[in-house]
T-cell receptor, first 115, second 114 residues
């Protein structure tokens, strides 16, 4: 069994300040973890993914995430928010064994960026 | 560039109508998915297909069926549309090659059932 908890439904930051979007997961098997972004009226796009290589993963648009097995977390960060980062963000977990292809999505975090 | 297209961006249907949503991908992906997205609930998997004519139920299959007659095309069917099926529907595809494969999403179909 697997699940994902995105700890905040909304995060509000000022432009130029750091961004932290929190994600905790549970998985019966070692997981692959993903962050996707959805801009208004658009489909989802991959930001970054962890698949058992380096625990600090860098993605597009200056985002990065760190896999912490002891804390079962995969938080998304960015040093300095930009207005264009305003979007919905989804954390996703998928087991790397156990035969299931099916990813599990978190409920999403809406990032609001103020000028 | 992978492209996933969906037949309509917006659709308005009446209760009881049969509704077809089509999804086409151009990258020879084995896996295809249908999700519905509702505010505060994230994406919920309706059905999944890992090969032509193969399908598996997701978390919320009731009221829906699917068809995959060709590898590039995955259709979602609402047999008798109801108002609680008003939602955003997202299609995705991915390769089977490994556990870290990326899903590629279409732009979505916003369905309103009156």
């Amino acid at each position: 069994a697997q699940s994902v908890t995105q700890l905040d439904s909304h995060v509000s930051v000022s432009e130029g300040t750091p961004v932290l979007l929190r994600c905790n997961y549970s998985s019966s098997y070692s997981p692959s973890l993903f962050w996707y972004v959805q801009h208004p009226n658009k489909g989802l796009q991959l930001l970054l993914k962890y698949t058992s290589a380096a625990t600090l993963v860098k993605g597009i648009n200056g985002f990065e995430a760190e896999f912490k097995k002891s804390e079962t977390s995969f938080h998304l960060t960015k040093p300095s928010a930009h207005m264009s980062d305003a979007a919905e963000y989804f954390c996703v977990v998928r087991p790397r064994s156990g035969g299931s292809y099916i990813p599990t999505f978190g409920r999403g975090t809406s990032l609001i960026v103020h000028p | 560039d992978v492209k996933v297209t969906q037949s309509s961006r917006y659709l308005v249907k009446r209760t009881g109508e049969k509704v077809f949503l089509e999804c086409v991908q151009d990258m020879d992906h084995e896996n295809m998915f249908w999700y519905r997205q509702d505010p505060g609930l994230g994406l919920r998997l309706i059905y999944f297909s890992y090969d032509v004519k193969m399908k598996e139920k997701g978390d919320i299959p009731e009221g829906y069926s699917v068809s995959r007659e060709k590898k590039e095309r995955f259709s979602l069917i609402l047999e008798s549309a109801s108002t609680n099926q008003t939602s955003m529907y997202l299609c995705a595809s991915s390769h089977v090659k490994g556990f870290g494969e990326t899903q590629y999403f279409g732009p979505g179909t916003r369905l309103l059932v009156l």
